[in-house]
């Protein structure tokens, strides 16, 4: 008997038809003799409903109350799920997050998980049940609901796969598994049989949001071979995993991402220690940065550019401005760009991968703003009314379709 974690998404429960669907998936892997443990996300867009009432109430909600109402959005799914369950005749029994024993650190909205403590998931598997799990929660040492940030229920299914030492962890979604671009938005994007937890973890930080960033992460540290497909039908998915024994492909994907804003910040004395203070400040309020770029400026000064996520601008801003005696107009903050970035292992050995993404993105007559590289993904900062011309173009001179 074999130990599964199945993860569907807010898509594959959005209504009571899809729900009837994912218990008719779940139910064929126990009658198949298995020990089956579900976690699932809120229905469609609930999260996003809730988050928009709580707005409706205040523009400022403490996070505390933040992860108190979207924790219900998969408290909603876990009862409905079992239901359905139970409707076909399997023995079921849904679980919050604390049920399931997830113990996470304090900060809410985006909590890390400390701990699982999974004796009430083993006792339920033990008794039989099909255990349905709450995903995207936990509690704090507070006794406190926490989430684990946007698309968090992957974490969570990964996480019981580490916990448990299950067998196979399978991510359905509404798409049929990781493309080499966004299926829904880019033409000849092509179903990937495998990628490594490297080039997925790019990818998702990059902005493919088929998979939580976090879920990658732990996937990689306690090596769980994660299973993604489609909860629509039965093709075959991807499986991420560990790379040495896969071949290397120069890129394997493309990304886009609108969640960010950069800020320039000139005539800043050149002198040492002025990045230092700046990006203290900004770590101070827990403020991550992506990509940096200093130049010296006229008569002895300097200017930095950086870029943080949207949600981060305002008080990035807000942090140099209290810190440092600057003109009104020395800092400047644009959210109308995306980041457009290609990932490949194979591209450490080969030279000319940026100059051949440059030549595209130079054909479609785009302008570069910021560039920045690691071994396996070269990013471009560009105009986010160019991006999707930008990822097409890039795409089509790296994976042509065959
Ligand atoms: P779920 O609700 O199942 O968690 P998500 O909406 O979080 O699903 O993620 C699935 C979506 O990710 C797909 O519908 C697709 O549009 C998008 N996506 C972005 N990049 C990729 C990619 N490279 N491969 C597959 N899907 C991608
Ligand atoms: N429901 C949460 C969200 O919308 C978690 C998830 O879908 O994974 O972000
Ligand atoms: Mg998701």
Redesign the pocket.
């Known amino acids: 008997m074999a130990l599964i974690v199945q993860k569907f998404?807010?898509s594959s429960v959005a209504n009571a038809e899809r729900v009837m669907n994912v218990a008719s998936i779940v139910t064929d892997t126990y009658r198949q003799g298995n020990d089956v443990i579900v976690v699932v996300?809120?229905q469609g867009d609930?999260?996003?409903d809730l988050i928009e009432k709580a707005f409706e109430l205040n523009s400022k909600p403490s996070k505390r109350e933040m992860d108190m109402l979207?924790t219900a959005?998969?408290q909603m799914s876990v009862a409905l799920l079992a239901m359905a369950i139970e409707k076909i005749g399997c023995p079921v029994v849904s679980l919050l997050g604390w049920q399931a024993g997830f113990n996470t650190t304090s900060t809410y909205g985006t909590a890390r998980i400390k701990s699982i403590k999974a004796d009430r998931m083993k006792a339920e598997l033990d008794k039989r049940n099909i255990v349905v799990v709450a995903?995207?929660q936990g509690i704090n040492k507070y006794d406190d609901l926490t989430?684990?940030?946007?698309?968090?229920?992957?974490t969570s299914a990964v996480a019981i796969a580490a916990a448990l030492h299950a067998d196979r962890c399978q991510i359905y979604t509404d798409v049929e598994g990781v493309y080499t671009a966004d299926p829904r938005k880019v033409e000849g994007a092509r179903k990937l049989p495998e990628i490594t937890y490297d080039e997925m973890l790019e990818l998702a930080t990059l902005g493919a949001q088929v998979l939580?960033t976090r879920s990658v992460e732990m996937a990689k540290k306690y090596n769980v071979e994660i299973e993604v497909l489609s909860s629509l039908n039965k093709a075959s998915g991807t499986i991420v995993k560990d790379g040495s024994k896969m071949e290397k492909m120069l890129v394997r994907g493309v990304a886009k991402d609108t969640d960010v804003a950069r800020i320039s910040v000139t005539g800043m004395p050149n002198t040492p220690g002025v990045a230092f203070r700046l990006f203290g400040k900004l770590a101070q309020r827990k403020i991550n940065v992506d990509i940096i770029l200093q130049s010296v400026g006229r008569d002895g000064t300097k200017d930095i550019t950086f870029t943080v996520s949207k949600a981060n601008a305002e008080d990035a801003v807000e942090a140099i401005r209290s810190s440092f005696d600057l003109d009104e107009d020395a800092i400047s903050c644009d959210t109308n760009i995306a980041k457009v970035s290609i990932v490949g292992a194979g591209m450490e050995s080969h030279p000319g991968t940026a100059s051949k993404m440059f030549e595209a993105l130079f054909e479609e007559d785009i302008n570069i703003d910021m560039i920045s590289t690691s071994e396996i993904k070269i990013s471009v900062l560009i105009d986010a009314n160019d991006a999707d011309r930008a990822v097409s173009a890039v795409h089509k001179a790296f994976l042509p379709e065959e």
Request: net charge negative.
């Open positions: 998404g807010g996300s809120a609930t999260t996003d979207l959005g998969e995903g995207f989430t684990l940030g946007r698309g968090g229920s992957d939580n």
